[in-house]
């Protein structure tokens, strides 16, 4: 089931958060979410992810779709997904384009939607090892 166009602005940005956590669960690099609401009526929020690889623009890509089927949403339609060079996911108010990076680039679409307030998202730092936890320290 897709978002309907009428959902509550937090569970939109919520979705968009989910996609770009996503794309960072697959090594996404530049993840950065816009809000485009009040600049089109496409979407409310555009998610932006690139992948150093066709390959792996496609496993963010199917990253984001698994997580997405775990919030109950399908994507109106999926395109690029067979070349990997970019990839676009339609949500309604959330549309996710993967890119491979040189195509992200060409394309530059943070500069086609400056106006848009931008969110870089980043993974969240791993948590220390604990001593001994390699092997190295410890009893011996």
Do not use: N
């Not at 890509?61 to 997904?81: H, I, Q």
């Not at 990839?87 to 500069?111: I, N, S, T």
């Amino acid at each position: 089931m897709s978002a309907p166009r009428d959902e509550a602005p937090d569970a939109i940005r919520a979705l968009a958060e989910t996609c770009a956590e996503a794309a960072l669960d697959k090594k996404a690099t530049d993840v950065v979410m816009l809000d485009v609401r009040g600049l089109t009526s496409l979407a409310d929020w555009f998610v932006l992810a690139s992948g150093r690889s066709d390959t792996q623009v496609r496993a963010i890509a199917e990253s984001v779709e698994e997580a997405c089927r775990g919030r109950e949403r399908r994507p109106l339609c999926v395109e690029g997904l067979r070349h990997g060079q970019w990839v676009l996911l339609d949500y309604g108010d959330v549309v996710v384009h993967v890119f491979y990076g040189p195509v992200r680039e060409f394309y530059d679409l943070e500069r086609l939607w400056a106006k848009a307030p931008r969110i870089a998202v980043e993974a969240e730092p791993a948590p220390p090892a604990e001593e001994g936890a390699s092997g190295r320290g410890g009893a011996r």
